[in-house]
């Protein structure tokens, strides 16, 4: 009986025109390949990992390997060690040195670094109690990023996010992880996603949250729904299937969804992707995003084809390599250990500092431990482990500790403070007892130029800044994010949703204005990032609608240049008073860029503007 069915499924597939395992592997063999050969000129151009050449793929290969589909061990071990041997560095770990966005771009970091084999340690621990203090209180995270489809949503933060607490939470936060995942559950399942990205991080989300059986049917499903006549799925309505969304339903639907791999439906997605492959093994996945609105790090050659599409190009040939993967049956785990991310020798008593209770604390101190140690290698200070929990840094402070001491990167323990929310308290604790806000002169700067009104007013302690000025900190500074990009506090806030942080900026004298190297203000950033209540705060404070950058756009150009699926910021925009027949340095009005890119959610609007101007 099995056999006859085993038979009829197989004469079925074949008259469906599903094509065959052998060819299933060609095709993810190809495209591993295609990935690989992308990576190897990256950090001769960035000093950074990327999403979309070595996170994503480190997913991609993991599933292959699993899979039984070939992969360059050698050049993927490389590429894995440069993306993720950091995290041999426990000070950065504490420090949170090289800010970015820690609810998208730092949690997904980890769930890849578990991928690659970056074993538990103290330092992906630190990184996961920082990441898990980031959680709103409603139970979702922010993130900061504005590139749609994969960075731009707070579902994919909130999945990704917990995810990544999950795997690297030390054994004491386990109670407090559990807390944690119920809320992200709850928020997660209160959404409405409009979107292909954000019905499948809800599933996934969902799935690492703990919810039950029938509520994650209910997602898979309405995730299913959303696949197209041809077998794929589209970013948003009235696009053309790709292969980054399709990929992600299917590993979602599948993964998390329980969907499985012989469902109809489900193989028709694997079908799709089989049948648009290039020869060269890559899939083209149109952006919507375009020039000149800027994107980190910016484009380059970086051997994956596509042209100014070749990031988002990449990502989805990542997802297709898992989908593909999966689609061969079930997985032969094929663990890895990546030594380089390792820490070194770490002090004993660092654990107790960061996890420990302040008893645990008060324990080692009675027992003669010095409250003004550090670590050897970075001179990590007893404070700086201790923060942002204010009882133990009473308690040190009132043992002897120097509020001032600086690590050899001259971080301090009110900057490490001021990056955990809800850290009023600690910071004004240390404050009291004589922490500067700034070195004196000669004696250099942080890292990076960190200073605390930038870092409190991104982490949202915003009651603070008022105090840190009259301390002598400036908010008209620049901090040099992710180790190049010189921002301002406000301007580096644009764009996110912390519109009680810009206003203390305001009241605090900051222009509304304010731009950057190439002329762009907040409400320009704003724009670009879809954030329609901090837009309306900006306006609201006299922003300019009508300012023209030096790259010759406005916001309101900005705003059509880029597709989030809803037209409310250009209709804000417009409503405010945003010309609609400015036009960019090709001549192209906001309307014509719409067309242009096929933006068919913002035309009514615009066209309705332009003929009323």
């Not at 969907?259 to 694997?270: E, S």
């Not at 990502?315 to 297709?320: D, Q, V």
């Not at 850290?423 to 070195?439: E, Q």
Request: hydrophobic share 45%; proline share 5%.
């Amino acid at each position: 009986m099995k056999l006859w069915l085993s038979m009829l499924y197989a004469i079925s597939a074949v008259h469906a025109g599903e094509p065959s395992a052998a060819r299933i592997q060609e095709a993810a063999t190809k495209a591993v390949a295609i990935i690989q050969q992308s990576q190897k000129g990256w950090y001769t151009k960035q000093s950074c990992a990327s999403c979309h050449q070595q996170i994503l793929p480190a997913l991609a290969f993991r599933a292959a390997r699993e899979h039984g589909i070939p992969v360059d061990e050698k050049a993927a071990h490389a590429d894995a060690a440069a993306a993720f041997g950091h995290f041999a560095d426990f000070e950065r770990a504490v420090e949170r040195s090289h800010i970015i966005d820690p609810g998208m771009d730092d949690a997904f970091e980890m769930i890849a670094a578990n991928a690659a084999g970056v074993r538990p340690g103290l330092a992906t621990a630190a990184s996961a109690r920082f990441l898990a203090a980031l959680q709103e209180a409603d139970g979702h995270w922010e993130t900061a990023d504005e590139r749609p489809p994969q960075s731009y949503s707070r579902v994919t933060a909130t999945a990704v996010s917990l995810r990544a607490i999950q795997l690297y939470a030390h054994p004491s936060q386990k109670a407090d992880l559990a807390v944690r995942a119920e809320r992200a559950r709850t928020w997660l399942l209160s959404r409405q996603p409009h979107a292909t990205e954000e019905r499948a991080y809800q599933l996934l989300g969902a799935h690492w949250a703990g919810a039950g059986e029938a509520a994650l049917r209910k997602l898979a499903a309405a995730l299913m729904a959303g696949q197209q006549d041809d077998g794929g799925w589209n970013s948003i309505e009235g696009r053309s299937s790709d292969a980054y969304s399709t990929g992600e339903a299917l590993v979602a639907s599948h993964d998390a969804g329980g969907v499985p791999i012989t469902d109809p439906a489900w193989r028709r997605g694997i079908e799709w992707l089989v049948r648009t492959q290039a020869a060269d093994g890559s899939w083209h996945v149109a952006s919507r995003l375009h020039p000149p609105a800027p994107v980190s790090p910016p484009y380059f050659e970086t051997g994956y084809p596509y042209g100014h599409d070749q990031f988002i190009s990449a990502m989805g040939g990542s997802f297709a390599v898992i989908a593909l993967a999966e689609a061969l049956g079930p997985a032969k785990p094929s663990p890895l250990t990546l030594k380089e991310a390792d820490p070194g020798a770490i002090e004993p008593w660092v654990e107790t500092l960061l996890f420990g209770s302040a008893a645990d604390v008060q324990k080692l101190l009675d027992g003669g431990f010095d409250p003004n140690s550090a670590t050897k290698a970075g001179g990590v200070t007893v404070l700086m482990l201790a923060a942002p929990d204010a009882e133990k840094i009473k308690l040190l402070i009132d043992r002897g500790a120097n509020v001032e001491a600086r690590s050899k990167s001259k971080y301090s323990a009110l900057l490490v403070t001021a990056q955990y929310p809800n850290s009023l308290a600690a910071m004004n604790l240390l404050l009291d007892h004589g922490a500067r806000v700034r070195l004196p002169k000669g004696q250099g700067a942080p890292l990076f130029n960190a200073f605390p009104a930038f870092l409190a007013a991104f982490s949202g302690n915003s009651d603070i800044i008022p105090r840190l000025l009259r301390s002598g900190d400036r908010v008209d500074d620049k901090m040099i994010v992710i180790g190049f990009l010189p921002y301002s506090p406000i301007l580096f806030l644009a764009t996110t949703t912390r519109t009680e942080a810009v206003g203390a900026l305001l009241e605090a004298g900051v222009k509304v204005d304010e731009v950057d190297s190439d002329g762009m203000t907040s409400l320009a950033w704003t724009a670009i990032s879809n954030r329609v209540e901090m837009a309306r705060l900006l306006i609201e404070r006299g922003a300019d609608v009508n300012h023209v950058d030096n790259n010759g756009m406005t916001p309101l150009l900005y705003a059509a240049s880029i597709d989030y699926g809803d037209s409310g910021l250009v209709d804000l925009l417009i409503k405010s008073g945003a010309r609609a027949n400015a036009h960019n340095n090709d001549g192209l009005t906001a309307l014509d860029l719409a067309r242009k890119y096929n933006h068919t959610h913002l035309l009514a609007s615009l066209e309705e503007s332009r003929a009323a101007q």
